[in-house]
């Protein structure tokens, strides 16, 4: 019983910016790592950016330079700031979390993806 929800999704012109954020509810005692991935047409889902619990970040080299993850542990959320987006970042983008839940469960949960478009 650990939902995600990303926001933000939207069409933008080349170079423009773009502020993704995801949050979490539900059973959660500790979110540990969390990341962005995205989904292209006819690709695999992929990894963008990722950051620790305690704010530790990486970056896919095709982001790097361009985009910031962040969070907030104090209510559960991610960011991602994406700037001078280009045509191939278009794709429906995913927030995942490595979450404890109270029980002692710890499992891996998705949102359900929020689009970003990018074209002139």
């Known amino acids: 019983q650990v939902h995600l929800v990303e926001s933000g999704g939207n069409l933008v012109h080349p170079g423009g910016s773009l502020e993704l954020s995801c949050s979490a509810s539900?059973?959660?005692?500790?979110?540990?790592?969390m990341a962005w991935y995205r989904h292209r047409p006819g690709e695999e889902r992929e990894l963008v950016a990722r950051i620790g619990r305690g704010g530790t970040t990486g970056y896919a080299e095709f982001v790097k330079g361009r985009f910031t993850v962040s969070r907030d542990n104090n209510v559960n959320t991610m960011s991602l700031q994406m700037n001078d987006l280009k045509a191939e970042d278009t794709a429906v983008y995913y927030c995942?979390?490595?979450?404890?839940?109270?029980?002692?469960?710890?499992?891996?949960?998705w949102g359900q993806g929020t689009q970003v478009t990018v074209s002139s």
């Open positions: 539900g059973d959660i005692f500790i979110i540990h790592t």
């Open positions: 995942n979390a490595d979450v404890l839940r109270r029980g002692g469960a710890r499992s891996t949960f």
